[in-house]
């Protein structure tokens, strides 16, 4: 049906160029002469079959909007035109108009399809196997616990923990990484990937509204709904133009009634011009476009952003602040030493620990359980456990209250003033009863990718800062490493909010980049909300403008410089646009521009800005996207 269309298009199309050419070369050439009635008829035909669509989607809109639109412009132009017996103009002007949309539509389409390519790799079907049986559900009736069937050259549908011992999986359409990904037994795969090697099987740990591939989805619909500064300007301006356009118009045509011996034909002609000329595809069309399509070149890197405000925030950033652990380190843990504090062992101490730590999901608690685990102590249950968000846990082990956590948490559970570990780690200190029973240091690097993304963000201009929870000594250590510019620490959740939104009023445009449940308010506040989708929690993927869809802080530097080519873009088309039509405009008023410079300063423009618009979409293909994969 869609070819049917397409192809009939293209036979009007080719109709009306011949005719016009016909009429062109009868006006100007001594070779052809055609009979008035003749050429008025191959108009009149020509015109019928290739504005007919335009005519009724011009009367449609002012129906429902009460407002004249640019179709409405070229319908009265060529009309007029034709009125004048400019047969050859009046077809011209219509037919660039619809060459004109027709490269709309393509670039449009273009710069949707690098967005919305998962959709077509939507699964319909899930393979469940229960009892060695496999039956085929709906991935929104899987349930968490079930374990699931991808077979080769599938998508993964719902997120799941790798039950083989070894998988390879495509996780282009979520990360924007070229090559196969490895996967070992225990591992957390994402919704979206493309199984690439032999079957595999998985126990699904989301559900299908919370997926990956789910919540890419809605993000991707959601963007539509979050326009740039300077779209929205152009929306609304687009709102009075026309009709000021068509008053304009309207005047230069009743000139004649105010000069003397000046000839109406001549001015119908300036009004017409004026008309053409005054269509605002160009501003309204090209500028979105550039967004979108940054939008599409961004979503190459892996990194997904839910509107094309944000674009242009991106490009406009001038400071940006980190969380550490997760974020900017791997939020991998390890205990490195476990230093003793009178008569207690370094296994009372773990196991102490341990026991508390077994009903936390912090990073800092899964190392405390793994080294006691590699060390095959006993992990035993503790009563009335009692958390404090960013201080500690504390509860109640055989008679003897217990507890493990920061130092001064542990000031506070002993009720005096303890000797404080000055090392650069980060120092679980475990108390018992009113006793230190010892200090357990964790250590937690930087990306092996980090110290690189902080060089580019400095080359950018963009100015860091670190802000973390972590003693200073240790937080400062990884500001040093990496070259972050700024570094506040020992900041509870609370603090936080208000540590940025100062380093914000120092800073002018501001963004914060997080993945904890404790990172979305500040995620919220921020003028751009950077999520660390991969492993990032669900309240900070929400709560936040932009997601890298992995943990690769790379990627971010990429995706500003892309966005600032986006906007820089968007700057071009306006500018260029508004200034060619501007001299054109003012050419036609004083009679020294005619029709076919008129579709010049309309079409052509509109072509020409969507063509830029378009360079968008190459900048990861040729440049981001090759100095990402020479990097890994």
Not at 430 to 459: C, N, Q, W
Not at 467 to 476: F, H, L, M, N, V
Not at 512 to 540: E, K, R, T, Y
Request: positive net charge; contains cysteine; hydrophobic residues 50%.
């Amino acid at each position: 049906m869609v070819a049917t269309r397409i192809n009939k298009e293209r036979i009007i199309l080719s109709y009306a160029i011949l005719t016009m050419l016909i009429l062109v070369l009868a006006e100007h050439s001594s070779l052809l002469s055609l009979p008035p009635a003749l050429a008025v008829a191959l108009c009149v035909i020509a015109y019928v079959l290739i504005a007919g669509r335009i005519f009724l989607a011009a009367v449609r809109s002012l129906i429902k909007t009460k407002r004249l639109n640019e179709q409405s412009l070229m319908i009265i132009a060529t009309l007029g035109a034709f009125a004048l017996g400019d047969y050859a103009e009046t077809l011209a002007v219509m037919i660039f108009y619809v060459i004109g949309s027709m490269f709309e539509e393509y670039a449009q389409g273009r710069s949707r399809n690098e967005i919305t390519s998962l959709i077509k790799l939507k699964p319909q079907s899930v393979r469940v196997i229960e009892n060695g049986i496999e039956t085929t559900l709906k991935p929104r009736k899987v349930k968490i616990g079930q374990v699931i069937r991808v077979l080769k050259g599938e998508m993964v549908a719902l997120d799941g923990i790798l039950l083989n011992d070894t998988a390879a999986l495509d996780t282009s359409a979520l990360t924007g990484e070229s090559e196969p990904r490895a996967y070992v037994k225990g591992d957390e795969v994402s919704s979206g990937c493309i199984n690439c090697g032999s079957v595999i099987e998985l126990r699904v740990n989301c559900d299908y509204k919370n997926s990956s591939v789910t919540r890419l989805l809605n993000l991707i619909e959601d963007a539509a709904a979050n326009k740039s500064r300077p779209e929205a300007l152009i929306r609304r301006f687009a709102l009075w133009y026309t009709p000021c356009v068509v008053t304009g118009a309207v005047l230069l045509a009743l000139i004649p009634l105010f000069i003397r011996d000046a000839l109406w034909s001549d001015w119908l002609t300036r009004a017409l011009v004026f008309l053409v000329v005054s269509c605002p595809c160009a501003l309204v069309l090209s500028v979105p476009l550039s967004f979108f399509g940054g939008m599409g070149a961004v979503s190459k890197l892996g990194v997904m952003v839910k509107g094309t405000v944000f674009i242009e925030n991106l490009a406009r950033l001038k400071a940006l602040a980190f969380d550490k652990t997760g974020t900017v380190t791997s939020g991998n843990f390890s205990v490195d030493n476990v230093i003793a504090a009178g008569p207690f062992s370094q296994e009372e101490i773990l196991q102490t620990a341990a026991s508390l730590e077994k009903m936390s999901s912090h990073p800092l608690a899964r190392a405390i359980i793994t080294e006691a685990h590699k060390r095959g102590l006993e992990i035993a249950a503790v009563t009335s456990p009692s958390e404090k968000e960013g201080f500690g846990i504390s509860g109640v082990l055989e008679g003897k209250k217990i507890s493990a956590g920061k130092y001064k948490f542990a000031c506070v559970q002993t009720g005096k003033e303890l000797l404080r570990n000055e090392a650069a780690g980060t120092e679980i200190y475990v108390t018992k009863g009113s006793e230190l029973m010892g200090i357990i240091s964790l250590t937690d690097e930087p990306k092996r990718e980090a110290a690189a993304a902080f060089a580019e963000l400095s080359r950018l201009g963009i100015k860091t800062c670190l802000i973390s929870g972590d003693k200073r000594s240790a937080a400062e250590a990884v500001a040093r490493k990496l070259g972050i510019a700024q570094c506040l620490s020992e900041q509870l959740p609370e603090d936080k909010l208000e540590s940025f939104k100062q380093f914000k009023r120092e800073n002018g445009m501001c963004g914060f980049v997080g993945d904890g449940i404790n990172d979305a308010p500040v995620l919220a506040c921020a003028d751009v909300g950077i999520a660390m989708g991969q492993f990032g929690s669900q309240a900070a993927v929400e709560a936040s403008d932009v997601v890298v869809m992995t943990d690769d802080l790379s990627k971010i530097p990429r995706a500003v410089a892309l966005s600032r080519r986006t906007y820089n873009l968007a700057m071009q088309n306006l500018y260029f646009s508004v200034l060619v039509k501007l001299a054109i405009l003012i050419l036609g008023a004083l009679g020294f521009a005619n029709i076919w410079l008129a579709i010049f300063g309309d079409v052509g423009v509109l072509i020409l800005a969507v063509l830029n618009a378009m360079r968008s979409l190459s900048f990861v293909k040729v440049k981001e996207y090759t100095a990402l994969k020479d990097r890994a």
